[in-house]
């Protein structure tokens, strides 16, 4: 089956620590994005990656970290930086005529 | 002011009854409107797309955008239980890939269908 996996689904994390959240996608799609969801509000859009080895800051960057070494991995660190992890974290993907966006299953993070 | 603006509910209605959920946006420029389902704990799908104003059906769901009110729409005619999520109504300049995956959601809207 084609699609986008995230690991793991839930995710606790110590202060002061960093932690790494999983997304992988078989679809070939070229583009991979982070979004974090808070209760009441949107998504909101931490990274992107358009092509391999190449990522671009989105509204919320501060206090993450992203890689894209291969195509279908698309990695996101929280690093202790981020003062407020606690979230719903979201990977998506789009290919190069897609008009819009496929979504993982999510990452509960939360911060113990 | 936040770019798009969405009732975030909860909504509750009773099984078969039409539902009518809502945003409204603030840049004139957006020209690609989506609506998208999420199921609790899960990741959003794609429900409807749509390009500039217009109407668009699928089966019992029908997305409209008014360009001019700058608000868009989404019906789900003769409501089921299984219709309970949050609807997110999102928006873009460009197609998805050609500006970095800049879609702006909505907060969205909590839908319950009572049997």
């Known amino acids: 089956d084609g699609g986008i996996t995230q690991s793991p689904k839930y995710l606790f994390r110590k202060e002061g620590q960093n932690v790494t959240l999983s997304c992988e996608q078989n679809?070939?799609?070229?583009?991979m994005y982070w979004y974090r969801q808070d209760p009441g509000q949107g998504l909101r859009l931490i990274y992107y990656s358009q092509i391999v080895n190449d990522f671009q800051k989105g509204d919320i960057a501060e206090g993450y970290s992203v890689s894209r070494e291969k195509k279908e991995s698309f990695p996101l660190t929280v690093t202790s930086a981020q003062k407020n992890p606690t979230a719903f974290y979201l990977c998506a993907s789009s290919g190069q005529w897609n008009t819009e966006a496929f979504f993982g299953q999510g990452t509960r993070l939360t911060v113990v | 002011q936040k770019e798009v603006e969405q009732d975030p509910g909860p909504l509750s209605v009773p099984e078969g009854a039409i539902v009518s959920l809502n945003c409204t946006y603030s840049n004139s420029a957006f020209q690609y409107f989506m609506w998208y389902r999420q199921y609790s704990r899960k990741g959003p799908e794609l429900l409807m797309y749509t390009y500039s104003s217009g109407n668009k059906e699928d089966g019992r769901f029908t997305a409209q955008v008014d360009k001019s009110s700058k608000y868009i729409s989404l019906f789900i005619r003769d409501s089921q239980p299984s219709d309970s999520a949050t609807y997110l109504c999102a928006m873009s300049l460009y197609p998805i890939y050609n500006q970095g995956g800049k879609l702006i959601f909505g907060q969205g809207t909590e839908l319950s269908v009572k049997p």
């Open positions: 679809l070939n799609h070229d583009a």
